[in-house]
């Protein structure tokens, strides 16, 4: 099949499904209402809370739930056929993420902008909200380490990506001085920022910057401890100052990448040389439930309820805003995953250049890269043949290849960076609110729990002296984050219960991605227990059972709801 005929299906469902079940949801289940009186103006400090321009936010809210996501899930998962993943990516982000999202950041948005962990405690009650928190500390302890080390990665892999990245934070710094000191317009500085930006992308490619091994520390090591501490920074600073006019450079970046593939998609029309099912790939873990897993960011992924719950819902300007937020940046996410099934699956078929000169096409070129599991589920397999793939297309255009490599390792850095910093932050509200549901004093306090959060994933990182300890708990991560996409669905759920609100559009997506997802740690489990990794066993059981004592408190919670 043509991919032009894909993305132009996958498109038009995503516009469709916005006009109508998002404003369905909207009006009908979730009841917005423009009148209310949103966090960011009730509890303003400035800091954390300010009232923000719904553009202006929906780059922020964008570019911390997208990340490496939609990018490497689905070009890990196109390996049982593209088929699966794209029926999962449409329907999933549709009738799943998008509601997931939109309604943790509802239901934050009426509870003082709280995140769902901590809502928790006035929805179904206090023991869950302690259990609810410590699951989503366990997350985000392991996407800061992993994220610092994916970023180091790439900045080693991609060196002429280093510069335009790191003048970002210069750009960012100055854009939102003007827009919030000197109250200038922030389209037309965006647009200026982002041109700037990739004036030094341009110069970038021809001036590559490699980290050096400082007192026999790797460069891998060296890049993570910076990382580290330039999340420290980023956490503590007012969110105006870095984060969000950061984020709203990257949206620009990214609007500009997604054009470039669509423009690429239009004129190339490469057709799809992967095969449309493959059911039993050679190692692969079987289709049914680990599809659902591996495709998180892209369909629906624990980790946006964090952020619509955590930093979008202190920005919000109105409750009309979050229609457009929440469910049209889940909409608009799934819409990147489906150029990234067309580049894998097709612009990978255009050329694969190998080390020794030979180029491979068509399924060959698939199946260098997708061979066995081992092969697909490497971070270097996963990231290569995306660029690869979305570089022959961007090249039909008439960007030299060159640039197009440049453009896309900044793409991936950039939108890696924004989840990184928004997990710290996140992070430190979560410490916040455990040191404050346990009365520890010590730990309460903006910088106190940023350290904490910085602390924690330096020793996770470092614990084997490489900087890749994280790794060790990897394993874990896509389980344990779609298990919290179905918890955050339970905690919206229970809520439009109490309301008396028809509960059928949470519930059914709730029960699927807590049954496949439970399924897959059962079945992680067995293979922790076969290879004697007893280390992630003990791990993976006690969030198993964290997460079935949840399900049980929030079962007696309805029961009592519907027996009233």
Known sequence: MNSLIIVAIMFIGYIAAYHTYGKYLANRIFRIDVKAICPSEE??????????????LFGHHFTSIAGLGPIVGPAIAIIWGWVPAV???????????????FGSLVVSLRGQGRSIGELASEIINSRVRTLFLLIIFFELWIVIAVFALIIAI??????????????????????????????KDHTRLGIAAVVIMYVTVVIGTYIPLNMPSLFGVSPLAIWIVILLIYAYIASTLPVQTLLQPRDYINSHQL????????????????????????PSPAGAPPLWPFLFVVIACGAISGFHSLVSSGTSSKQCDNEKSSLFIGYGGMLLEGALAALVIVSVAAGL??????????????LEAFNHHYSNW???????????????????????????ARITITIMGVFLVSFAATTMDSATRIQRYVVNELAEA????????????????VVSAFILAFYNGSGKGALTLWPLFGSVNQLLAGLALLVITIYLAKRKIKVIYT????????????????????????????????????????????????ALVLKKVYLK
């Open 43 to 56: 509890l303003r400090d400035d800091m954390d809370y300010i009232p923000t321009n719904r553009q202006v």
């Open 87 to 101: 029926i999962w990516v449409l329907l999933g982000s549709i009738f799943m993420g998008a509601v997931h999202d």
């Open 154 to 183: 790439l900045f080693t892999s991609y060196p002429q990506a280093v510069l335009a990245v790191w003048l970002e934070v210069p750009l960012a710094l100055g854009l939102g001085y003007l827009v919030y000191k000197r109250g």
């Open 255 to 278: 609007m500009i990448a997604m054009t470039l593939l669509i423009l690429g998609v239009l004129v190339a029309r490469p057709p799809m040389v992967a095969p449309p099912f493959n």
């Open 349 to 362: 078929g255009m050329g694969l250049p190998l080390a020794d000169g030979q180029v491979l096409r068509g």
């Open 374 to 400: 081992a092969a697909a589920s490497g971070l270097s397999a996963k990231l290569g043949s995306f660029v690869t793939g979305a570089a022959n297309m961007i090249e039909t255009i008439g960007i030299p």
């Open 438 to 453: 346990w009365n520890i004093r010590a730990l309460q306090g903006k910088h106190k729990a940023t350290t904490v959060a």
């Open 507 to 554: 519930t059914v997506p709730m029960v699927f991605m807590i049954f496949m997802t439970g399924w897959a740690m059962i079945l992680n489990l067995e293979s922790f227990f076969r290879t004697s990794n007893w280390l992630l066993l003990v791990i993976g059981l006690a969030v198993l059972v964290l997460e079935l004592w949840m399900i049980v408190e929030s």
